[in-house]
T-cell receptor
Framework: DAGVTQSPTHLIKTRGQQVTLRCSPK?????VSWYQQALGQGPQFIFQ???????QRGNFPDRFSGHQFPNYSSELNVNALLLGDSALYLC?????????????FGPGTRLTVL | GQNIDQPTEMTATEGAIVQINCTYQ??????LFWYQQHAGEAPTFLSY????GLEEKGRFSSFLSRSKGYSYLLLKELQMKDSASYLC??????????????FGTGTRLQVTL
């Protein structure tokens, strides 16, 4: 059973560019959440997707957008990259139904903005 | 909003016991999680508490007091491989959605010989 997968593993961009990160949830999971983790910090919630819609959003600007596909995979897009966007981007999946506890995290994408 | 506090760093000796504390303030509460994160890797689930009391799982135990907004993670018989960051996270009380977690900054634990 494959867990949560993310691609690419590492990415280097320059300021002002745009980036797309990808996530495939664990088998049987239909809800995907994205987190940003700066060095030495805990993950910060960006947004959550279910049924191809953004359901919850954290305190991130509109430069951060996402998408969920019918197969539950998801993309995170960041426009007009800033140096401060350099971080580990984590995808987590879970089944939608209430009472399910654990979020499973993928290995992350390390984004460096120069 | 939610605010979560935990110590930045701790050091303990192999074979010893260490307790990592977490305090939280939240407008809604639907469970507290502990995750372990080794450097450069994804967080992995350790424990979940939604009711007051102690949950034990092998060498790891987690305690919750909702009235005090307080939790701790207890690690027994420390091993070198336990050197990692330990993240405390609170799940918001939301309806109709799956978990949204708010994380603390993490406690970096160094286990020494």
């Amino acid at each position: 059973d494959a867990g949560v997968t993310q691609s690419p593993t590492h990415l280097i961009k320059t300021r002002g560019q745009q980036v797309t990160l990808r996530c495939s949830p664990k088998s049987g999971h239909d809800t995907v959440s994205w987190y940003q983790q700066a060095l030495g910090q805990g993950p910060q919630f960006i947004f959550q997707y279910y049924e191809e819609e953004e359901r919850q959003r954290g305190n991130f600007p509109d430069r951060f957008s996402g998408h969920q596909f019918p197969n539950y995979s998801s993309e995170l897009n960041v426009n007009a990259l800033l140096l401060g966007d350099s971080a580990l981007y984590l995808c987590a999946s879970t089944p939608y139904r209430q009472g399910v506890v654990e979020q499973f995290f993928g290995p992350g994408t390390r984004l460096t903005v120069l | 909003g939610q605010n979560i506090d935990q110590p930045t760093e701790m050091t303990a000796t192999e074979g010893a016991i260490v307790q990592i504390n977490c305090t939280y303030q939240t407008s809604g509460f639907n469970g507290l999680f502990w995750y372990q994160q080794h450097a450069g890797e994804a967080p992995t689930f350790l424990s979940y508490n939604v009711l007051d009391g102690l949950e034990e799982k092998g060498r790891f135990s987690s305690f919750l007091s909702r009235s005090k907004g307080y939790s701790y993670l207890l690690l027994k018989e420390l091993q070198m491989k336990d050197s990692a960051s330990y993240l405390c996270a609170v799940r918001a009380l939301l309806t109709g959605t799956a978990s949204k977690l708010t994380f603390g900054t993490g406690t970096r634990l160094q286990v020494t010989l």
